[in-house]
């Protein structure tokens, strides 16, 4: 199986187990719904969780088959792959985890999470690349993002 043939059944079972943040509230009846010229778009919730628990789950079983097959040494750059897939999944679990106990330490979780998921797939990108300079530029991208990210959050908690 392929990773991209096993992203799609991993979501479906993902979304089989049920939501992640407890039931859904139901329908308010005195709710009164714009007209459809006057529509509000909705703005889709991205779970990052789900995301990058699916993106490792399939990046972890097809660097186990590359191994098996490959019968050598994989290149050292799999090694940190399998690192940032293995801290990404970690942080996730067990943000949900301990979620009700204690939402604060969650978050923070998440949040790793999310770093080292992205961490993953910058690195999983940049390993085809033939040349360095290819690299490089994965790598100024990934550290520019992180920058504005980081002065972004700064500067709207100085606020």
Known sequence: MSFAAAIPKLLQLLQTLGPSHGPPTPPDPEAVAPPDDQAVPRRQNLDWAKIIVVFSLASAIDIALLSVQVHSQLPVVFYFLELAILLAFTCFFTGKTVHSNSPLVAQVLERFGIFFGVSAFFISITIPFPAVWFKCIACFIYVVSWLVIF?????????
Do not use: M, P
């Not at 002065?151 to 606020?159: I, Q």
């Open 151 to 159: 002065f972004c959050n700064s500067y709207s908690l100085l606020k």
